[in-house]
């Protein structure tokens, strides 16, 4: 059975930054992409950027492309996710999730096409 694991958040200032590490067991890490999500209070959850299973391909919500930078290592079985220049809108709950592809498979931003989540990590950010 797959478990994902967050970590990394923490209270930060305005213009800080942070790393987000999310760990995967149980499964062949190199099968999947990997997709961040994150949920403010009283928000839904939406996208913040994924990683093909290579790492050669990523994607990025427009609000955090150019802060925010995603990637794996694949022999530790890990992705990141670095935050720079955090924001108080930044603030949410931070999720990794994982989704089964074929090498060549398009990234997805789509909860729906995602798998496994983990618990979250909190990310709050000062003004």
């Known amino acids: 059975q797959v478990q994902l694991s967050e970590s990394g958040g923490g209270l930060v200032q305005a213009g800080g930054s942070l790393r987000l590490s999310c760990t995967i067991s149980?499964?062949?890490?190199?099968?999947?992409?990997i997709g961040w999500f994150r949920q403010a209070t009283g928000k839904e959850r939406e996208f913040v950027a994924s990683i093909s299973r290579g790492g050669g391909t990523t994607e990025y919500d427009d609000s955090v492309k150019g802060r925010f930078t995603i990637s794996r290592d694949n022999g530790r079985r890990t992705t990141y996710l670095q935050m720079n220049n955090l924001d108080p809108e930044d603030t949410a709950v931070y999720y990794c999730?994982?989704?089964?592809?074929?090498?060549?498979?398009?990234?997805?931003?789509?909860?729906?096409?995602?798998?496994?989540w983990g618990q979250g990590t909190q990310v709050t950010v000062s003004a």
């Open positions: 149980g499964r062949t890490f190199n099968y999947y992409q």
């Open positions: 999730a994982i989704r089964r592809t074929i090498s060549s498979a398009p990234l997805s931003r789509q909860e729906g096409a995602y798998e496994a």
